[in-house]
């Protein structure tokens, strides 16, 4: 099959140039050619208009990296999820190769890229993600008991309000990959696919 | 109905005491003070942290305020029927108003938030609102002859970014005042309310 | 926006000219005039056949006004729960004043008409709304269970009855509302808005 | 299996004691004891209020048997496609018979109460049930086309109000009938299953 | 209304010739003319292909008919319900039947194939049912917990296993059945329909 | 993380020792460990019971390699774009890691596993997956539409059968895998994935 070139155009949408980047995209671009080997195509979505780029990797990066009380590869898992829920090609490709590469293990990337109650978590993790499924699909449902079942599994208040912001935001995410059909960088597929010892 | 005391705490979390404001933030409470009588409370619960404060002002004020092919009240607009789509309590309250303010009509502001389908809207509008309850409901189904479909209603690509770029942003806070049971201040529901001549 | 004239037609079908009121009916639509200041659009829209009509005030007032063990505010909260799922324009105008003005709270009528699980009900409202709601979602799936769960928030059989008679009902107006693009009288709107002391 | 002595009591309620039947009731029971052998369930669980049972028969018997631009056997057919969708038990045994008897036959009966795109109906009776199976569903979907597709059809603005108040009164009555776990008598199933020659 | 001619034509798809039947074909076809009185049209269906009739008649007979903790009834109970969730009308004219008559009971196999949730059953096969069910409607929800529900209801793992081929089988076949509107035979309609004494 | 044991026990049921092997079904084990260096857990699942496992395999092999208008590589598109629908682990690793070796593209591979909508396929396949998916989600609602939409992309009847009848087929298996929660062979996970040049 000949691939759509996604490395020519991000998305769909012809959205004309890259805007000029400043020096703290452009190190932050250069960054990603370093640690990723090339610069994730949501960002080169994104490039169009620096306030909105840089608008989205503050939000994106606080959520993801910030100091909370979930671990990163957590809040990898709870991106992956969701981005099942929406059959979101960008997301799954992208946060799948997080969590195989956070968990140190290909194995899990693809059963939570698959279906997370296959996966016999931990009780703490099953509850986290029974939360941001339930959040995904039906929102409107969402009442007291949803919490106190996260605070029965060990999270504070302040942990459920960091598992609504993510899940919310690949709720964004997924829309916006969807709405313009965001291509994953080919790379993804083949990271972190190793088998452990 | 003795109603919760939605001023003295905006979520159903706990979350700690409200960060200090730093000079710009403090200075943007002043400015909704000043305009509204009130600092909307979804700032207030995001005042546990400056950077997420931050974040969701700088990615909201952009989507909302930003120059765009889409008028202001389009965009809320789009706010309003994600938020119907996703029954939003909180955006509902709080985009209901500004629909009927910016609309100078209360009745276009409780059809917007009632059923868009009613609204007997301009094909333009029906087209985006059309796209952007789709793209809420069932993201995983849209396709090329979606975005054709805004095309020939006379948006630009870049237009099309900014209707998935509001759309999924308000899939996202609907989200995370669902899981925190956010609560709208009272004043939002007495705007906008006077009859037109 | 320039509504649709919705005091010439009542809805989007062509039904001929009203019948002839005969004087129980004539008197009906006088009252109406006296208490509310205008004629409701769905009797002005079943007043081409006096039958109809006759055989839908019978019913919608008997539900709505008879002796119950549930209060005419309850039965209103039914009647904008059900037309919250079902997104209907109509209905949720005319009864969101009704429960409005029933509850004396501006604020209780937006919070059912947004999403009643946002409301802090009482258990027996929640429980009650809950049935309704269900009944209207999966009606496939009621069981006993949903009986007893009523019976244990303190509704005899009785009352049982009434609940799943005024859901039933709305379910049947709204959809009578929906395929005829029923209009609300533009009055509703600025009915019992005033904030409470 | 034994099954439950739907003779003895109506549903699953307990409505206390049958009221008195006035004169025109009373010789409405008898009516129906001398042409179908026993008085509908529906009729005897309505039968603890008089002033409700009269609303219900008045408004059944003037959509099912008033003149109208629809045949009785559609508005049949009508009522059996929407208790499909809702699997209303008693719906199915009461109006599945009523479409046999009506339609001179039995397989009718059977296709419409298990799926009528297996039919091939008529093209105006095939639009007919779209329309009522998509109002039933997704009422909040009803747009100007769906009612346009009526009238290439050949309906009347006047057939479309009937085909909305027949289908919506069975989502009424569906509900009631789910809600309380009203029983069939027995001999409809039993009726009109005759081999045609 | 004129009826298709089913037993001219199995499906709505012109699958060529019926291949030549072998030995054991031939004689199974026999044996379907002497107990029913004719071939399944299923089994007309798949006859253009002998590899694929026995495939399919080898597993079908294994799984309702070969020993297992299930009664044959139970089996054919799966088969409906799981049916009337696809509103299959094949699979709800054939296995309806069987239902009447396994359970020699022409009321139960209308109550299954109307809404199982109505019959009142024992909670046994209110379990098995409700396990089928679920696994119909969403697979990708299955839990543990779900299967200790059955075990609780007194299934072996070996049962659990059999219900589930049955539910999975008629998922399938339910599905062949829509795609190439397969048409039962006439004679299901009649069968069964006797009333107990 | 601590994976379950899946070479140890393929399912969560407890199925009882494997049944004795007959030489065919032997010599089928031997060729899968000679082909792939494994016997996929569901023939392991099946081995309980000689008769249900042969039944499976002939029917399995038959759709899957016998000859048909369906290439093998898109009946595999077929078997995984149906499991995720039905977000089923065991098929999308078994049937990913097919799609993947048969189109000899890793990249292939991941795209029907998330959402073929994204693949941008030819013509033919994207009708051919079309249809299997609305097959998936709502059989009820196939009409003799869906099967003139597949002839106009070049397929005949008996290719509309064989859709049919893989796309049924893994409605059955991926309900059997999510009832007994069915654990994929680790080594699919890895096989196929190499970069193409």
Not at 20 to 41: H, I, R, T, W
Not at 101 to 114: N, T, V, Y
Request: with cysteine; glycine share 4%.
């Amino acid at each position: 099959m000949k691939m759509k070139s996604s490395d020519d155009q991000p998305t769909a949408l012809d959205l004309g140039p890259q805007a000029e980047l400043n020096a703290d995209l452009s190190a932050y671009f250069d960054k990603c050619l370093e640690k990723l080997g090339f610069v994730p195509n949501v960002l080169r979505a994104y490039a169009f208009d620096m306030v909105k780029l840089k608008a989205f990797i503050d939000m994106a990066d606080n959520l993801m990296l910030a100091d909370s009380g979930l671990t990163k590869l957590e809040r990898e898992m709870i991106a992956v999820a969701v981005s099942v829920v929406n059959h979101c090609h960008y997301c799954l490709a992208a946060h799948g190769a997080a969590v195989r590469q956070r968990a140190g293990d290909p194995l899990m990337g693809e059963l939570i890229a698959q279906n997370y109650r296959a996966a016999n978590l931990p009780a703490r993790q099953k509850a986290m993600l029974d939360f941001a499924v339930k959040l995904t699909e039906t929102p409107d449902r969402m009442e007291e008991a949803d919490r106190e079942a996260l605070r029965k599994a060990g999270f504070s208040d302040r942990d459920i309000w960091d598992i609504a912001a993510v899940a919310g935001f690949y709720n964004m995410s997924n829309r916006i990959a969807a709405a313009t059909e965001m291509r994953p960088n080919a790379e993804y597929h083949f990271m972190a696919r190793e088998k452990k010892d």
